[in-house]
């Protein structure tokens, strides 16, 4: 494999198509078929599968994407460290979110420290961007976890508790206080699908002291607690970073006695692959979040 042929791989994996590659790389689609191509040739698989006017890793792609990556993310580094630019001269970090509200304060501090960087966001639950992350699909990621992953290297930069949303024309919302968390007994809750760590927190809990939610419905995404809480659907199950500022709504924290209270909580982990987290811009975002740690003794997302 030459260089071209890994800047051509890595710039298709990473803006998802041919076009958009050759349009980031300053060359024509053609000239990044041709290194696709030879590349393939040269390794006798198959790296890249069509889907309309993208493309997607195929099994061994995404094997490769993980290595491929890496050897950029040095290079961006090296490169910063010969031209003695603190704030890098340049390069992409992708990140994962599954709470967009606990990181976008950290966020804001790397793009002020490191203006030449794209910042790349996208969100999904923990499992899907553990999956990204493990895949090289985004380089870091800032979830929710039960139990860290003891695949990914990070820091944790603080813990949510789960928080109950409601109607603002609700009874329960008159008063802002903790509510028990057996309160729901016989209340119809909004839960998110499945493989959420939402869900599985709160369903933990719940088990923990014998109650039996009543669930409405499972939804795909905190937007959709919020507005089927709006609707009168039900009452949404979040953490309490993911409430929001919704006239139509208020919440109250939810509480449990005993050891039952810690399990209505998870970490929130800014998590990679051991393997990229000395390097490059993954490296000098860890560095910050671990700095603001230091210096103010506080969760990152309230820093």
Sequence with gaps: MNFNQMRAFHAVAVEGGFSAAAKSLGVTQPAVTVQIRGLEAELGVRLFLRRGQGAVPTEAGERLLA???????????????VASDPAMAGGLVRLGLSTPAT??????????????????????????????????????????????????????????????????ADPLARSGDPLPLDALAGLPV??????????????????AIGLSPRLAASLGSREMIREATAAG?????????????????????LTAAGPAA??????????????????????????????????????????
């Design 67 to 81: 290595h491929v990556r890496a050897v950029m993310l040095l290079m961006d580094r090296t490169e910063a460290a």
């Design 103 to 168: 990181i976008m304060g950290l966020a804001k501090r790397f793009a002020d420290a490191h203006p030449a960087v794209e910042l790349r966001l996208s969100t999904g639950n923990t499992g899907q961007l553990i999956e990204d992350v493990l895949a090289c699909r985004v380089d870091l990621i800032a979830a929710s976890h039960i139990e860290p992953d003891p695949r990914l290297a990070g820091v944790v930069l603080g813990r949510q508790r789960l928080a109950l949303l409601v109607p603002a």
């Design 190 to 207: 909004l839960l998110r699908e499945p493989s959420s760590v939402t869900r599985q927190v709160f369903l933990r809990a719940a088990e």
């Design 233 to 253: 659907l039900g009452y949404g199950i979040v953490f309490d970073g993911e409430t929001g500022h919704d006239p139509r709504l208020a919440h109250r924290p």
């Design 262 to 303: 810690e399990l209505l909580a998870a970490d929130v982990r800014l998590s990679c692959l051991p393997e990229l987290a000395g390097i490059g811009v993954v490296a000098a975002f860890l560095a910050l979040a671990e700095g603001v740690l230091r210096r103010t003794g506080r969760p990152v997302s309230t820093a």
